[in-house]
């Protein structure tokens, strides 16, 4: 049996839903109140990805991060796949993408000097108020280096799992 040990980072802005995520995926439970302790640094989840294969999975969520700078240097550091995630509900948390894309390209890079994969999730998609099109996702999606980008919804447990195991996918054939 092989196993991979794969750095994941989580970011978007606060409120999008990033850490009930790494509690859903982790721990199989959406609950209203979790927040991860600040300062904590990652969740471990073990993934069976084949007859021969487990991936261990070391989910960095960048949750209270912002206001610890000298731990973003840390945050970043040998991280293999990223995922970017924004509110459907709040097109804010949409236009502010692009930053954390780029933020992302300039600190986190592979040692052959290429981007790491990441994917974009747009969470809340269980909500009715939609503040960002389709079309728009799909969009920004491309033009940006995204391999893909899919609808999740923390809270109905839609898409996780498929989004991570898409992740995974891109990562171990860089
Ligand atoms: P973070 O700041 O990005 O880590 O966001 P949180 O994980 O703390 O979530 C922010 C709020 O959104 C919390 O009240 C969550 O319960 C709620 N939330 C997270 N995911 C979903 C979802 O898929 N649908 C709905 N309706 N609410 C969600």
Redesign the pocket.
């Known amino acids: 049996m092989t196993e991979y040990l794969l750095k994941i980072l989580?970011v978007?802005?606060?409120?999008?839903?990033?850490?009930?995520?790494?509690?859903?995926y982790v721990n199989g439970q959406?609950?209203?109140?979790?927040?991860?302790t600040v300062g904590v640094d990652f969740s471990v989840k073990l993934l069976k990805w084949s007859e021969k294969e487990k991936v261990r999975l070391q989910l960095w969520?960048?949750?209270g991060q912002e206001r610890f700078i000298s731990m973003t240097r840390i945050y970043y550091k040998g991280a293999l796949g990223c995922i970017v995630?924004f509110?459907v509900t709040s097109s804010s948390s949409f236009l502010n993408c692009p930053h954390w894309k780029n933020d992302l390209d300039n600190k986190a890079m592979l040692p052959n000097g290429n981007s790491i994969p990441c994917i974009l999730l747009a969470?809340?998609?269980?909500?009715a108020q939609r503040a960002v099109s389709a079309e728009n996702i799909d969009k920004f999606s491309k033009a940006n280096g995204f391999a893909t980008w899919m609808e999740?919804?923390?809270?109905?447990n839609?898409n996780i799992e498929e989004a991570m195991r898409r992740l995974v996918k891109e990562i171990l054939l860089v």
């Open positions: 989580i978007g802005d606060g409120n999008v839903g990033k850490s009930s995520f790494v509690h859903r959406f609950s209203k109140n979790y927040k991860m969520d960048i949750a995630m509110d969470n809340k998609c269980d909500l999740t919804s923390v809270k109905e839609k």
